[in-house]
């Protein structure tokens, strides 16, 4: 598989949302989780921005994600990071609030893969947002990032409280720095639907 991204733009409100032309893949997760690093690993370039100072995005990033030779489109969407501030009280207060609706209506929206930090233990307002898309019966897949920074039993023994933690039944590792998990997180994608070729 050979696939670019193109940059296509930030919106910072729904009327800057780009016509929803093919399935999208949403990345959410805390400040700092690895969301641009994730997408810049499964498009194999530089499309996103990955920066060492958490919450500097404060927009939607929208790629266009193609395989020309197969004829297959998706959009990936790269959210801004929530959870940064110690003193956070919820996602809503935080995040845009353009967010919500986008997540709440997007008609496009396929899939979401929601981020968690393999090296850190389960955070309420990741629950809180699972439980968010749960109510709204949005197709979602959990990733723990970060992957490469420890040791097999240490995954493994993390990976179980993560599950616990956050209610859900089975959590993908993955990192961008050592490409594990790309090839099992694109199967998902392309199960949820990115456009194949139509005979
Ligand atoms: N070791 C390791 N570091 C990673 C991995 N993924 C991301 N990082 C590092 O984590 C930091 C944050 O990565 P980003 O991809 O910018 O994170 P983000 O979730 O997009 O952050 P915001 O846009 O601020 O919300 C960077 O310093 C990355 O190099 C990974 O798989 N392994
Ligand atoms: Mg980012």
């Known amino acids: 598989m050979q696939w670019t991204a193109q940059f296509l733009l930030s919106a910072f409100s729904p009327v800057h949302f780009p016509k929803d032309s093919a399935p999208e893949i949403a990345f959410l997760g805390r400040s700092n989780v690895g969301k641009s690093s994730l997408l810049n690993a499964l ?3 530089k ?5 060492s100072t958490p919450g500097r995005t404060r927009a939607i990033n929208f790629f266009l994600v193609s395989d ?3 004829k297959r489109r998706a959009i990936f969407a790269d959210l801004p990071g929530y959870g940064y501030a110690k003193i956070s009280k919820s996602i809503s207060a935080e995040w845009p609030a ?3 609706p986008y997540l709440a209506e997007r008609g ?5 893969i929601c981020l968690v930090d393999a090296n850190v233990p389960p955070r309420p307002n990741d629950r809180q947002l699972l ?3 749960r109510a709204r019966g949005r ?5 723990a990032t970060k992957i490469d920074r420890m040791s097999g039993n240490e995954r493994t023994r993390n990976l179980a409280a993560l599950r616990r933690g956050l209610d859900v039944e089975e959590i993908l590792p993955v990192s961008a720095k050592t490409s ?3 090839k099992e997180l694109w199967r998902r994608i392309a199960e949820a639907g990115t456009e194949g070729p139509r005979d």
């Open 47 to 51: 499309a996103a921005r990955v920066s």
């Open 139 to 143: 197709n979602y897949v959990v990733v």
């Open 131 to 133: 439980e968010w898309l």
């Open 68 to 70: 020309e030779r197969e």
């Open 180 to 182: 594990f998990g790309i």
């Open 98 to 100: 353009f967010i919500e």
């Open 108 to 112: 496009s929206l396929a899939l979401c």
């Open 43 to 45: 498009v194999g370039e």
